[in-house]
């Protein structure tokens, strides 16, 4: 009975760890060969960003299945799929985009494909949909 009882709750932290966001993403090399990286920014961050100059960056909801979009989305593009649809984003190498998921694996996912096709200044939500939600902040509920 004990030694059930310890591989279940083994089991269960094993799970939640691989579940877990991980702490703040840190920005990612493209390659060796590449200097470009993505930057992580804040609930707080995007939202001036927003109130700004929201003309200025790209929005991309990169989160599969679709559990809302934060306003203004301009763009959703499967986490899975960026490679694949490079023609929806600028042509300008140097054009701000900023990512998103539901908490951030899919968006950093995302990021690296951007990177990897030449992007230079790519930006993903630190904690996504579910930080800016905790931030008091709404999400929009129709794709």
Partial sequence: MK?????TLLMTALLLAA??????????????????VYTPISVETLAEMMDARRESFL????HIPFEGN???TDLSVAYTETSDHLDLFPAD???EIVLYCLNDPMSRSAAEQLLAAGYRNV???????????????PLEMEP
């Fill in 59 to 62: 929005l991309v909801n990169t």
């Fill in 3 to 7: 030694k059930t009882l310890f591989v």
């Fill in 70 to 72: 934060l306003p203004g």
């Fill in 123 to 137: 930006k993903i939500l630190t904690g996504g949909m579910n930080a800016w939600q905790a931030a008091g902040l």
């Fill in 93 to 95: 190498k140097d054009a």
């Fill in 19 to 36: 579940c877990s966001p991980g702490g703040a993403p840190q920005p990612i090399d493209a390659g060796e060969a590449s200097e470009a």
